[in-house]
């Protein structure tokens, strides 16, 4: 007898239970529910907005129950397992009666990435740069047999569920909010790429945020590997609790620094022959080789993926170009870390910075130096007064509108010159996500540059 698909062996291992999907967002939320009816599982649906809101989402579902509003404990009648949605808090009424209760509470990689036996599974974690690497490693494992990313990158592990079971490799984007309590989940290779501050406003400190990473590698068995940067001071010191460490770095033998190179397996490939423009993700890449070689994959063509990857939208990319000045993309960078590495590969007096967004109280002092280089600084958003505060650039233009903050940095900008969008803010003060923000970013961006070298035409 074959094996039982994803979707059988989940029935099977569920019978009898009925689940609540706690957060009905745009991701995980809809595709759990998707992935329940495949599986023949009941569902009920729990969301803080109003029910007549997330009707649209409804469409062809057919959940038992549907709460919308205040979240609570009458959520939980007739249900004996709860799947969160990793953007709502532990600390929610729902999750917190639940786990009174006794019930399990699962995240969907938790829950689903030990059923697969086929795919080798890679987990990718960090503060900044998961998405690239994530995607760097589908291409590079893509040329070896058939190879998934899913998970934080905006395609849910539910929704991929199908693909990650005829899968040769599975690439995951795990963030803090999926580690939070796992009950069992691991990967055949675990990554870290860095640890700086971030979600202040769900985590404690520093501290809890870093242990919360950690518990990536809770679960890892005796044949599994940890994937450690070893020029992260939060990191190069730390053990998984079985399994063996693979440290990547500059000086690992990844990277030739005298040539600029990266270096595997006795091939070369300098860094000035990639397609991805940026220093920033050299880490990422050597992250990616570290990975490559451990699943002994040839280096030949490890390397040619490296270099034809183009990199992924909203991160450090080029979007526009006139009169001399280049409009760079980096709208997904919402930590400070992220900024810095932005504004360290632009040219320092020729470049304008926007920054901002929903407030997350991020400590942006460390960037004073670097932005007191800048030709200009624009702040916009909930979070502008106290960046421009924080940054000492009382001639920094702050002003509410994200439009209007990228006419003014357009206004500023020399020639030649770069506008650079790396907010070190989320985007939703004022859109619903960062592709959003990125995509309006270079049509405003583009209009005002237009106007300055034509002035006849309104920006």
Same mark, same amino acid.
């Given at each position: ?63 038992? #129950? ?37 019930? *399990? ?13 086929? *795919? ?48 040769? &490799? ?15 989940? #691991? ?5 870290? @790429? ?74 070369? @490939? ?10 920033? &993700? ?30 992924? !939208? ?92 990228? #006419? ?44 300055? !070298? ?6």
């Amino acid at each position: 007898m074959g094996k039982l698909d994803i979707f059988s062996q989940v029935k099977s291992a569920f019978a009898g239970d009925t689940f609540l999907i706690v957060g009905f967002g745009r991701f995980t939320g809809p595709a759990a529910a998707r992935f329940f009816e495949r599986c023949g599982l009941p569902y009920a649906i729990s969301d803080c907005r109003p029910v007549d809101e997330l009707a649209p989402q409804l469409d062809g579902l057919h959940p038992i #129950r549907v709460h919308g509003g205040p979240q609570g404990a009458s959520h939980l009648e007739g249900v004996t397992a709860v799947l969160l949605s990793p953007g709502v808090p532990r600390a929610s009424a729902t999750v917190r009666a639940a786990e009174a209760a006794g019930l *399990p509470v699962w995240g969907d990689l938790d829950l689903l990435l030990p059923f697969l036996s086929r *795919p080798r599974l890679v987990g990718v974690s960090g503060t900044d740069g998961k998405t690239s690497t994530v995607t760097l490693l589908q291409a590079i494992c893509g040329r070896f047999g058939s190879a998934v990313a899913c998970g934080n990158n905006g395609f849910p592990v539910m929704e991929a569920a199908a693909d990650l079971d005829r899968a040769d &490799f599975a690439v995951a984007e795990v963030s803090s909010f999926m580690l939070e309590r796992t009950r069992r989940l #691991r990967f055949d290779a675990s990554v870290i @790429l860095n640890i700086a501050e971030d979600h202040v406003d769900r985590y404690a400190d520093l501290e809890e945020y870093r242990q919360t990473k950690l518990r990536i590698l809770r679960h890892c068995r005796d044949t599994d590997v940890f994937v450690r940067n070893a020029d992260d001071p939060r990191l190069r010191d730390v053990v998984p609790p079985a399994g063996r460490v693979r440290d990547f770095g500059l000086d690992t033998g990844l990277f030739d620094r005298n040539e600029d190179a990266y270096v595997l397996g006795g091939h070369r @490939l300098p860094v000035a022959h990639c397609r991805l423009r940026g220093r920033q &993700f050299i880490p990422d890449v050597l992250a990616a080789l570290a990975v490559a070689d451990e699943l002994g994959l040839d280096p030949g063509p490890v390397l040619e993926a490296v270099r034809t990857f183009p990199g992924v !939208a909203h991160r450090f990319q080029t979007v526009g170009e006139a009169g001399g000045v280049r409009l760079v993309d980096d709208s997904k960078a919402t930590s400070v870390q992220a900024v810095a590495a932005a504004v360290a590969s632009c040219p320092a007096p020729g470049t304008v910075v926007i920054l901002g967004g929903r407030e997350k109280f991020l400590d942006f002092t460390p960037l004073r130096e670097a932005a007191a280089r800048l030709a200009g600084v624009v702040c916009y958003g909930e979070a502008g007064e106290r960046i421009r505060g924080q940054l000492g650039r009382r001639d920094a233009p702050c002003v509410f509108d994200f439009r209007e903050a990228v #006419r003014l940095a357009c206004a500023l900008v020399p020639s030649p010159g770069v506008v650079l969008l790396s907010p070190g803010c989320t985007s939703w003060d004022q859109f619903e996500s960062y592709e959003v923000r990125g995509r309006v970013f270079a049509e405003e961006a583009s209009l005002a540059l237009t106007g300055r !070298a034509n002035p006849g035409v309104a920006p």
